[in-house]
């Protein structure tokens, strides 16, 4: 599947994410998730193609940032969908790849 | 729109103003001015007198570390908080400690910032008398959040914050961050373990530190860089009721003792960092918890020196799992640890 469409973060987002929901603050995974990752993932599914999303040049990736906005994606969407459409990049740090991913395959706790 | 006339105007007015007037003769309305103007005498008389009291002197530990000296300080400050509720007013007197840490500081500034603890009784008191412990406590920006005559200074390597709006914020942990990555790594490059552990402590007291649903708490934050190290030490701290007297941590204990009230805190700590602690009621339950796990998970790697959580009546030591349990209950919870360079 060809990649059509791109999320940098560290531009079109953040370079400090912050916690779940918008009521926690500034740059919530909710915020991501309603405003940039839902309509970009949806065009992708409508389209047939894959979205490539950059996670460098970021000061970190808290948890709930990550299950507020992957994994609800998942939950809603199913994992098996969210990694048809969804390709990840992280030359900076390789940990990042495997936890976006993680929370993708399992967004429920263990 | 159809202006009324100035006669029906005035005749309304006046209508308003008699009826003003004949409530201001009521017998009702003369008790309750009668009743204020003394309850307001009867302030300002109580509030003469207790400034014309002497302070009592309360000096604190010699070791004067929250961290390390957990259950004597807990006492010098639950025993204040009693003083200043009996309208004591307090010096509290740091002069002559042998040993001050930054954690110490942060529950000093924290405490006297609150009136759950002053009770607005008064209080005072001076930096410390050693040299080396003075220039710690004057440089830690203390005096930015107290009345002072004198100093108003933080030190090149520190930040004190108060969070009043108890919210997450990303750019003050990025800042937190960079102040300790610079001290001990030296350089300008993010360290993500350290970012994602301040977010979530922020999100944790955003969510845990109150006994009831939605409310929220105050936290402070301080970074201090050793100037003989390379070591940075945090201290997150609220004053909120502690992790273990939490909404959510109370409605899980009530599920799982149901009605049997004998359970200690410090059993629970595993359910706690294993993130397996959940309120039933709580919005997108099947996906939140991970934030104490991943905090644990972090403290295990070589950066953190120290990584302790003091909450309730435990003390948790992240890095070797091992828990104390207090003599006191401290309300509120401080998370403290350090980096190294390695």
């Given amino acids: 599947m060809e990649i059509k469409d791109k999320i940098v973060i560290e531009i079109d987002f953040t370079t400090t994410p912050g916690a779940r929901y918008r009521t926690d603050g500034d740059f919530s995974g909710e915020q991501f998730l309603e405003e940039i990752l839902l309509p970009k993932f949806e065009k992708a599914v409508a389209g047939n193609y894959k979205l490539l999303i950059d996670l460098d040049k970021v000061w970190g990736y808290p948890s709930s940032f990550v299950s507020g906005s992957f994994g609800k994606l998942s939950l809603a969407k199913s994992s098996e969908l969210v990694l048809k459409h969804i390709e990840f990049k992280s030359d900076d740090n390789p940990i990042r790849l495997e936890k976006v991913i993680n929370e993708i395959k399992s967004p429920r706790k263990k | ?342």
């Fill in chain 2, 1 to 342: 729109m159809k202006r009324k006339s100035t006669k029906y105007r005035s005749k309304t007015y006046r209508a308003i103003r008699s009826k003003y007037q004949l409530k201001r003769h009521s017998k009702k309305w003369k008790e309750r001015k009668a009743n204020k103007k003394n309850q307001t005498h009867q302030e300002t008389v109580a509030k003469q007198k207790q400034a014309k009291k002497p302070y009592t002197n309360h000096p604190a530990p010699n070791n004067f570390s929250f961290i390390k000296n957990t259950n004597e300080v807990l006492k010098y400050f639950i025993d204040a908080e009693k003083l200043f509720k009996k309208k004591h007013k307090l010096n509290l007197n740091i002069d002559d400690i042998d040993d001050l840490t930054p954690d110490a500081i942060s529950l000093l500034v924290a405490s006297i910032n609150d009136r759950d603890f002053h009770h607005n009784s008064g209080y005072k008191g001076d930096a410390p008398k050693k040299p080396e412990l003075k220039k710690i406590f004057r440089e830690s920006g203390f005096y930015n959040f107290v009345k002072s005559k004198g100093f108003s200074r933080s030190g090149m390597g520190c930040l004190l914050h108060k969070e009043m709006h108890t919210k997450v914020m990303p750019i003050l942990a990025k800042k937190a961050a960079l102040l300790g990555i610079q001290h001990t790594f030296g350089n300008d490059k993010p360290y993500e373990p350290l970012y994602d552990i301040l977010i979530e402590c922020m999100s944790n007291t955003n969510n845990h530190a109150s006994s009831k649903r939605n409310e929220k708490c105050n936290w402070w934050l301080y970074v201090y860089n050793d100037p003989h190290s390379n070591n940075t030490s945090y201290s997150f701290l609220d004053l909120g009721v502690g992790i273990f007297d939490s909404v959510i941590v109370q409605n899980y204990l009530k599920n799982i003792f149901k009605g049997t009230m004998f359970y200690r805190n410090i059993n629970v700590v595993d359910d706690l960092i294993s993130g397996i602690i959940k309120s039933s009621a709580e919005e997108d339950n099947e996906i939140r918890g991970k934030g104490i796990p991943q905090i644990v998970e972090y403290s295990k790697l070589p950066v953190f020196k120290n990584f302790l959580i003091i909450t309730n009546d435990v003390k948790i030591d992240l890095k070797t799992s091992h828990r104390e349990q207090l003599d006191h209950n401290f309300s509120g919870t401080l998370l403290y640890w350090e980096i190294q360079k390695v």
